[in-house]
């Protein structure tokens, strides 16, 4: 769902071989059970199909029956069914009057005698009235509007308009049997099976035959659309492109669909074929108010401004039939499993069109958009706690495109897309947790990343770097000394991040030389002989990083002094270092003196005020052995540093 109205190496997409491109279950795999999830051992129930018959349209009141397929998964005195609103007028289970009482959001059924976990039964409910509004937060659900008679997502929509069992995690196959004026045109999930006319009236039956969550189960009936059609093919089928815009403006409206169909074959190509080959895909003009990726059709209102190019929506909206329809989240919290990667898909259809500039550019736009957009105070992608304006925001959206983007450094270019076609190989038509996501990830990759996900993932907010770095002659070489300091607020539980970073030195008459640190503290040094002195040093220049990154200047560039302004009595000493300072007399100036270890990590340090030439120790006695760097600073201004063994 797209909400934009509210709130050292080059690296390429590989596309994939023969072998990973047939990856994705065939026709004859997508009516097999879905694998039971974790979260579906807490349930009672297990819906396996609905069908939805609606019909008798009296102003915005429907009479409406649902018949309903669902395994009892345990012993329970009642069971529960969601639904709300409505007059019920009749409930049976297996064809017989069964006891019920309601509550705001549920039907609890007393359960007849002869069930018992691991059985089916069938529940039929008659109902009629004006359909509510959902309870979360979108004002979803069935809506009328001019002539225009919709479905509207929210998290809790589904039993707004039919009883469900209303958990993402819950997936079944459906029908719907939509009945209006017979100068309607109605589209639903999956393909249409039937269009029966009966005097003045029409039903329209469509059939959504691969497993579908309740949230995707949607229709949109409106009496004047122009309606589309193009083709894409992915592995051998020939896939139905539809457009279903609004007749009175469709000279404007259909071209923005145009690319539609080679998006989808490109997706198809990066990821996975389409999953849902036998079926179609769709883009349904409905005044939503945003866009919606329902299950082989995305509703999306054309009266709003998505910009002069629309690809970036139509990608969005169009990726989330891998990233949400065909792998759904298992819980709200892991709505970004949805958000994030449709977001992130958005960068790869830039890569469609313009390459992996393209790529990088548009991934700087989002992860500015999340900078500049943060919310305060700030909080975890992964927030079980999380209300729905902190579930749908840029910390779902951009951050989560981020994470991935970043991931995909960490991990290198073919194994990130190998995890990509691994969450639909392992997950296609089911359920995925965050957690199940780390795990792929770590199989994958075979890398431990609960560092990468504690950070990114678990924790909120983001690094915010200053660097500067210093250059001293070292014979015919130059030592480049790099300082990183993360100056982020810790509040919040905002942690100092362990990443990667990228630093690019351009060499004069010479190749340009990238090189990775691991920068893992708030403050932390880096050392680097480089053939000569580097005319200039760029962090993180391709852009991996979701920081914010300030340079605050070149320390120092030292040509060796006539006299030095400090030196030590030995390189090799065992329990002090003797240190010598060459100060200008006069005024006791303030010396910073720190003992630093290869990772940055200050072991030990001295300071005082002092003049002219000064004589100082500093005990390493309790230091273990091993190379160490001293660097001494008089009021703020380095004066050098030197390389240090240890032997204790």
């Not at 879905?34 to 297990?46: G, K, Q, R």
């Not at 509007?145 to 929509?157: C, E, H, K, N, Q």
């Not at 169909?261 to 939503?288: G, H, R």
Request: with cysteine; proline share 7%; charged share 20%.
């Amino acid at each position: 769902m797209n909400l934009s109205f509210i709130f050292a190496v080059i690296l390429t997409v590989p596309l994939p071989s023969d072998s990973l491109y047939n990856l994705l279950m065939r026709s004859e795999m997508k009516l097999a059970a879905v694998a039971m999830h974790p979260e579906d051992t807490l349930s009672p129930i297990n819906a396996i199909h609905y069908d939805i018959h609606i019909a008798n349209w009296e102003g915005q009141e429907i009479t409406a029956w649902t018949h309903g397929v669902y395994e009892l998964r345990q012993d329970v005195v009642r069971i529960p069914v969601h639904f709300r609103g409505f007059t019920i007028d009749s409930l049976r289970v297996d064809g017989s009057e069964t006891a019920y009482f309601r509550t705001d959001s549920t039907i609890e059924i007393t359960p007849p005698l002869h069930l018992s976990p691991g059985d089916t039964f069938e529940l039929d409910v008659w109902y009629h009235g004006v359909p509510p509004s959902s309870s979360a937060g979108f004002d979803g659900g069935l809506k009328f509007s001019g002539p225009y008679i919709y479905v509207a997502f929210d998290l809790d929509a589904p039993r707004s308009w039919f009883p469900c069992h209303d958990v993402p995690f819950d997936k079944a196959t459906v029908d719907q049997f939509i009945t209006l004026p017979n100068y309607y045109t109605v589209i639903a999930n999956g393909s249409l099976v039937s269009v029966d006319t009966l005097d003045s009236v029409v039903t329209y039956h469509w059939r959504e035959n691969y497993p579908i969550a309740t949230y995707l189960i949607v229709f949109a009936a409106y009496p004047n659309y122009a309606h589309v059609v193009d083709t894409a093919y992915v592995d051998g089928h020939a896939i139905p492109v539809h457009g279903w815009v609004a007749r009175w403006d469709s000279v404007n409206r259909a071209p923005k669909l145009r690319n539609v169909a080679d998006i989808l074959e490109f997706f198809s190509q990066v990821y996975t074929p389409y999953p849902f080959l036998e079926e179609k895909y769709a883009n349904v003009d409905v005044p939503l108010g945003y866009a919606m990726e329902n299950q082989t059709n995305t509703f999306i209102d054309m009266n709003l401004n998505w910009g002069r190019n629309w690809d970036w929506v139509l990608a969005h909206e169009l990726s989330h039939q891998w990233w949400g329809d065909c792998v759904t989240l298992a819980t709200w919290p892991d709505v970004w499993l949805n958000e994030g990667f449709a977001t992130y898909s958005e960068a790869i259809n830039a890569y469609r069109t313009d390459g992996m500039q393209g790529y990088r550019d548009y991934m700087r736009s989002i992860m500015n958009r999340y900078l500049y957009s943060e919310p305060y105070p700030p909080y975890p992608i992964y927030y079980p706690d999380a209300n729905i304006t902190q579930l749908y925001s840029v910390v779902t959206y951009q951050k989560g495109a981020s994470v991935l983007h970043m991931l995909r450094h960490i991990v290198g270019d073919s194994t990130f897309f190998a995890i990509l076609r691994g969450r639909i190989e392992r997950h296609a038509y089911g359920n995925e947790t965050t957690a199940e996501f780390q795990q792929l990830c770590e199989e994958i990759s075979g890398m431990d990343l609960d560092w990468f996900f504690d950070e990114w993932v678990y924790a909120p907010g983001h690094p915010v770097y200053r660097w500067n770095y210093s250059v001293e002659p070292q014979g015919d070489s130059a030592l480049v000394t790099l300082n990183i300091y993360q100056v982020q607020s810790h509040s919040f539980g905002v942690p100092t991040y362990r990443m990667p970073i990228d630093f690019l030195f351009i060499m004069p008459d010479s190749d340009s030389i990238l090189v990775t640190v691991v920068d893992s503290l708030d403050f932390q040094q880096f050392y680097l002989t480089l053939p000569a002195y580097p005319q200039e040093v760029v962090f993180d220049p391709d852009g991996w990083l979701l920081a914010r990154v300030t340079f605050t200047g070149v320390e120092e560039e030292t040509h060796e002094p006539e006299k030095p302004a400090f030196f030590i009595s030995s390189d090799l000493v065992s329990d002090r270092i003797g240190i010598t300072l060459n100060l200008e007399p006069g005024s006791p100036q303030a010396v910073n003196i720190r003992l630093v270890d290869p990772s940055g990590r200050i072991v030990k340090s001295l300071s005082g005020r002092f003049s002219g030439r000064t004589n100082l120790g500093m005990d390493v006695s309790d230091v273990v052995s091993g190379i160490y760097f001293l660097y001494v600073r008089s009021n703020g201004i380095p004066l050098g540093s030197k390389k240090i063994v240890i032997t204790n």
